[in-house]
Nanobody, 118 residues
Framework: VQLQASGGGLVKPGGSLRLSCAAS????????MGWYRQAPGKQRELVAR???????QYTDSVKGRFTISRDNNKNTVYLQMNSLKPEDTAVYYC?????????????WGQGTLVTVSS
């Protein structure tokens, strides 16, 4: 599975950005896709995830502001980020997960930098 992320950039507080992640390869094995982020000096954290059944999960700090969605025809997952805050500044990584029995295999795209600053 290969993941190609795009859409990061510089935005002012209160602004919006949309990240995209296009999957290719053995996409039929993917159980879920999502976005993680890592801010300087902090651990990587899950931001949002969407399953093959379209169930979604968000970290508390982005609920009500971020929306994850998927376009199955384009094998692409999106993260719409609204009302951005400086604390959202981080490198965002696209992730795909595949479960084999009880073992999870993770695939990662390259990071895309999101900077929220005035």
């Amino acid at each position: 599975v290969q993941l190609q992320a795009s859409g990061g950039g510089l935005v002012k507080p209160g602004g919006s950005l949309r990240l995209s992640c296009a999957a290719s390869g053995n996409i039929f094995s993917i159980n879920d896709m999502g976005w993680y982020r890592q801010a300087p000096g902090k651990q990587r954290e899950l931001v949002a995830r969407i399953t093959s059944g379209a169930s979604t999960q968000y970290t508390d700090s982005v609920k009500g502001r971020f929306t994850i969605s998927r376009d199955n025809n384009k094998n692409t997952v999106y993260l719409q980020m609204n009302s951005l805050k400086p604390e959202d500044t981080a490198v965002y990584y696209c992730n795909a997960g595949r479960w084999v029995v009880t073992t999870r295999y993770d695939y990662w795209g390259q990071g895309t930098l999101v900077t929220v600053s005035s």
